[in-house]
């Protein structure tokens, strides 16, 4: 019998953030994160041969145009969370801004959970750094959550199977 392939609802479901070396078990839960996509360019070719063409087939010189693969491409992933009082991803980012960038670039995974609380996708990426760090507009009228939000650039992005 065939089966059918579960399908991925975007409901009740949440993103952890872990950083490889971190001392924590998760460094960040979001809510939502935006950016995931992947690229590649593409190379276009073009080249003279050697061969005969024309109405009349006397023509030499036949051009031939071949595109083939460039450089793969990942956008930045943003993040979003409500604000907590874990410094964590401030303190990343901080780091960058002190001139560590190179030092604190960190490879991690996104994981998405069903909502039995299990694993059921994950993204790796690797090399990555906070490039922005923004919080919603502060009001005291407002009874809204405050949202956290982070870029983090990424050199590398794949999906892996959860095991």
């Known amino acids: 019998m065939l089966e059918v392939p579960q399908l991925i609802a975007t409901s009740r479901f949440y993103l952890e953030l872990h950083l490889k070396d971190s001392v924590e078990t998760i460094d960040a839960y979001f809510m939502e994160c935006k950016g995931f996509k ?37 956008t930045n992933l943003t993040l979003l969370r409500g604000l907590t009082v874990s410094m964590t991803v401030w303190n990343w980012l901080e780091a960058i801004q002190q001139g560590s960038w190179a030092a604190e ?59």
């Open 38 to 74: 992947t690229s590649q360019e593409i190379i276009e070719i073009c080249e003279v041969t050697p061969q005969m063409w024309g109405k009349d087939g006397k023509s030499r010189g036949r051009i031939i145009q071949t595109k083939i693969p460039g450089n793969i491409t990942y």
């Open 105 to 163: 670039r960190r490879d991690g995974s996104l994981t998405l959970y069903d909502q039995g609380a299990q694993a059921q996708v994950r993204f790796e990426f690797k090399r990555a750094w906070p490039v922005s760090y923004s919080i919603s507009d502060v009001s005291v009228s407002s009874g809204e959550l405050e949202i956290e939000e982070l870029e983090v650039v990424v050199e590398e992005l794949k999906r892996v199977k959860v095991v």
